[in-house]
């Protein structure tokens, strides 16, 4: 179930960075060309862009599921048992490595989206 948790919270706050930031950052490095060709030729792309609202709140609410998964399996004993208990205790690092990643993607993601447009 961890496993499945983290990997939405990953592929949420991925989207929310090809909605937004990828766009503003290809168009501000002066690459409208390349941006026209992404949205031609990757499906889907155009529909990210145009519920851009809904794909926030989407994240925003898998990534408050990981961040209370997160505290609630932060002490919780591992296996006694040697081998496994070094699997314990690295799934816990990448998983709480995984969900600072999603933050800070979702966090560059939501200042292209809503806070860039209001500065230019």
Same mark, same amino acid.
Request: charged share 10%.
């Given at each position: 179930?961890?496993?499945?948790? =983290? /990997?939405?919270? !990953? ?17 501000? *490095? ?5 941006? @026209?060709?992404? $949205?031609?030729?990757?499906?889907? /792309?155009?529909?990210? $862009?145009?519920?851009? %609202?809904? !794909?926030? *709140?989407?994240?925003? #609410? ?5 961040? %209370?998964?997160? %505290?609630?399996?932060?002490?919780? =004993?591992?296996? !006694? =048992?040697?081998?496994?208990? #070094? !699997?314990?205790?690295? $799934? ?14 979702? $966090?560059?993601?939501?200042? /292209? @989206? /809503? #806070? ?5």
């Amino acid at each position: 179930m961890k496993k499945i948790i =983290d /990997f939405f919270l !990953l592929f949420s706050s991925t989207s929310t960075l090809m909605c937004c930031a990828l766009p503003a950052l290809l168009v501000s *490095i002066g690459a409208g060309s390349t941006m @026209a060709f992404l $949205s031609g030729y990757i499906p889907g /792309f155009i529909w990210l $862009s145009q519920n851009k %609202v809904y !794909l926030f *709140i989407f994240s925003g #609410v898998m990534l408050v599921i990981g961040g %209370v998964l997160q %505290v609630k399996n932060r002490n919780r =004993d591992c296996p !006694l =048992d040697g081998s496994r208990s #070094v !699997l314990c205790q690295a $799934s816990r690092s990448r998983s709480e490595y995984i969900y600072f990643i999603s933050l800070i993607i979702y $966090s560059i993601g939501g200042f /292209f @989206a /809503f #806070v860039a447009p209001i500065l230019i």
